[in-house]
Each structure stands twice: as structure tokens, then as C-alpha cells.
């Protein structure tokens, strides 16, 4: 026998076995970031009790619900009002991060601190309505790993809807991956998804296109968005730039690619020009001092272009490194009971 050297660091979903799809005692944990709520938390607590009601939950085959509440650094009274009412005795945890991290900061903080059977992850603002988990959950028990909500219908903002438009078309044209259009991240994932997804190194998380790449059975969810139900958008547009540029640079090189392609072709169009330049110089009447400043200005051109080329392949590639994303995903292994032995030998 070999004995083999340990491979790449792979992700393996095993680690975290999937509940059997028709359980009735599954787990059920509900990952909400929540950033300066306090207007919200009364109706979001409340519409949470009467979707995730016991009756509810029996109907569908869930033994408990436990919600995983993240306070990204809120500075009004979310912390405090969410602390008093777990001490009341509502099943929940609060996370508390010690600033704003952001909002991908804490999802993923939230994933980190799940460990139920099946997690969701959903806005607290009541804009990834809690009932349509019951229609993701339906989806888990007909084979999807993870149910992911699509928009049929967007409110609010014109500005901010055109833009988020424009933004998953552009993610999506540019990412190598196939990025679902139109969605969040909204979701509910089986718990190898999530063991998968925790086992991915990078610190910039773009959580919505990390789900896609995980792969996995994905499933849409269509579902109305209906506007803000309190208070404040909490994604300032500052917020927003930043999710879109990190969503870009963590789903593509594309754009590197594209300035690479660039520095290339305007690197051979000097050459050429230059070529071109010197094999008619003596027709044309250019005092010989400037023709050969042009001459040295332009190939110094045509070097920076060719050198800016052979950065950004090493660029990308030191960047997709770094990324440290596993080359595989194993979602399950089926082995045989025992190795067969070869009865000839
Ligand atoms: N959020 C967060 N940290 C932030 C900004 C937002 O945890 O820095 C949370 C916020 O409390 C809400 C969710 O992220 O639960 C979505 O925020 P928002 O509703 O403002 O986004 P929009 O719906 O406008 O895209
Ligand atoms: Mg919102």
C-alpha cells in the first residue's frame, strides 16, 4: 500500500450528517442579524411566536425551533431589550458582536453558532416574510439541501430596487459560478450545507454567492418582499457599495481579466505603432531629438502594458490562493461494505 501524503485541504459535508427527510423531531435553528432594531423587535418577535408556534411546529415536523440572534453592534437598545427577553424565556441566543461588522459579518457569525438539523438565515425587518420557511422546508423534504428565496416582487426604494437589480445581473454575468438572479440571503440549509459553507477559510464573506458555490441541491423559493415593517434600511449606501464590490471581487476575476486583456492589446498596438514609426522615419520631418523621445516614451508604454499583463495573471491566481476556497466539495461517499478480495490471487 501507498502510503499517500494528505491532500489539499477538501470540504467534506460529511462531517455533519443530514436529519432523514421525513423526520418529524427535526431541529430547527433561525439565524437573524439584527442592527440597530429596536423599532422591529416587538413585531418581529411576535410574528415569530405565531409562525413558529407549537402547533405550528408539530404540524411540520419540527421538535424545536431555537433562533440564533446576532446584534451586529447595535447602539439603541436592541442588545438590552433581546437579552431580557430570552431572560423572560424566549428560545433564542443572542450573539453579541463587540462593533458593526456589517451585515455578512454576522450571518456568518450566526452560521458559525447554529447547530441544528436545518438553519435559516433571514433579514429582522420582516422583508423575508418567516412563513415562506415552511414553503423551504417542503422544498428540504422533496431533496433540496438548500431552499433559497427568490423575488417575485421587490418594494421600497425605486433607486435602491434598480440598483440591486442591476447588481445580481452584473454578479451573475460576471461570476464563474451560476449565481442565481434576485435573491439574498434568505435561505434554509440543510445542516452538511452549513458545515460546508463553515469550512470555507475566507474572511470576506459574500454569503449569498458562497452558497451558491458550496453546490449542493439549490432549490428557488418564490416569494413576495414586502416593505420594511419598522424603522430604518440599516444598508446605507456606503453598506451597499461595499456588498456590491465584495460580491464581484469574491464571485470573479472577470475584471481583472478584463483590465489584463486591455494593458495586452494596447501593449501590441504601441509595438505596432512603434514599428510602423520607426520603419518611416525618414520620410517623415520629425526633428530626430523628438522622434526618439517618442520612440522611448512609447516602448516605455508598451513595457508597462505588458508588464501590467503579467501582474494580473499572478495577481489572480495569488488571489484565488489566498481566497483559500477547498478545490472540491464531497457531499456524500457511497462505499461498498467491504473491499472485495481477488479470489484468483
Ligand atoms: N444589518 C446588520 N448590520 C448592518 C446592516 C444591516 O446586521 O450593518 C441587518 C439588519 O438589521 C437587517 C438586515 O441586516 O436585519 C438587512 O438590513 P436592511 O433591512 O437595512 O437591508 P435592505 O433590506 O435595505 O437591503
Ligand atoms: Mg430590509
Not at 477538501?10 to 442592527?35: E, F, G, K, Q
Request: hydrophobic share 45%; with cysteine.
Amino acid at each position: 500500500r501507498l502510503d499517500l501524503p494528505p491532500g489539499p485541504p477538501s470540504v467534506d459535508a460529511r462531517t455533519a450528517a443530514s436529519a432523514s427527510r421525513d423526520a418529524t423531531d427535526l431541529t430547527l435553528d433561525i439565524v437573524i442579524p439584527v442592527y440597530n432594531e429596536e423599532e422591529m423587535l416587538d413585531l418581529l418577535l411576535g410574528r415569530l411566536a405565531q409562525v413558529f408556534a407549537p402547533e405550528v411546529l408539530a404540524r411540520q415536523g419540527v421538535a424545536s425551533v431555537r433562533f440564533i440572534l446576532v446584534d451586529d453592534g447595535s447602539r439603541d437598545a436592541t442588545a438590552r431589550l433581546l437579552a431580557e427577553r430570552i431572560r423572560g424565556g424566549l428560545q433564542a441566543r443572542l450573539i453579541r458582536l463587540s462593533r458593526n461588522f456589517g451585515h455578512q459579518g454576522a450571518v456568518c457569525a450566526g452560521l458559525d453558532h447554529a447547530d441544528a438539523d436545518l438553519v435559516s438565515v433571514m433579514d429582522a425587518d420582516l422583508q423575508d416574510p418567516p412563513e415562506v420557511v415552511w414553503d423551504m422546508l417542503a422544498a428540504w423534504r422533496q431533496g433540496a439541501d438548500v431552499a433559497f428565496g427568490r423575488r417575485r416582487r421587490r418594494q421600497g426604494n425605486v433607486l435602491k430596487r434598480l440598483g440591486y437589480w442591476g447588481f445580481y445581473r452584473l454578479v451573475a454575468f460576471l461570476s464563474e459560478i451560476n449565481l442565481p438572479l434576485d435573491t439574498g440571503d434568505f435561505c434554509l440549509m440543510d445542516r452538511g450545507v452549513v458545515s460546508a459553507l463553515r469550512q470555507l477559510p475566507e474572511n470576506l464573506r459574500f454569503s449569498r454567492g458562497l452558497r451558491a458555490w458550496v453546490g449542493f441541491q439549490q432549490v428557488a423559493v418564490p416569494f413576495d418582499r414586502p416593505a420594511r415593517a419598522a424603522g430604518e434600511p440599516k444598508y446605507t449606501w456606503s453598506k451597499l457599495y461595499r456588498l456590491a464590490t465584495d460580491g464581484i471581487a469574491s464571485m470573479s476575476t472577470r475584471p481583472l481579466q478584463a483590465a489584463q486583456l486591455a494593458s495586452f492589446l494596447f501593449g501590441v498596438l504601441t509595438l505596432l505603432f512603434l514599428f510602423l514609426l520607426v520603419g518611416f522615419s525618414r520620410h517623415l520631418d520629425v526633428p530626430r531629438p523628438f522622434l526618439f523621445a517618442y520612440v522611448l516614451i512609447a516602448t516605455g508604454n508598451a513595457v508597462l502594458a505588458f508588464c501590467l499583463y503579467i501582474l494580473g495573471a499572478y495577481v489572480g491566481r495569488t488571489y484565488l490562493e489566498v481566497k483559500g476556497r477547498p478545490p472540491y466539495v464531497v457531499m456524500e461517499r457511497v462505499e461498498p461494505r467491504a473491499r472485495q478480495e481477488n479470489p484468483h490471487v
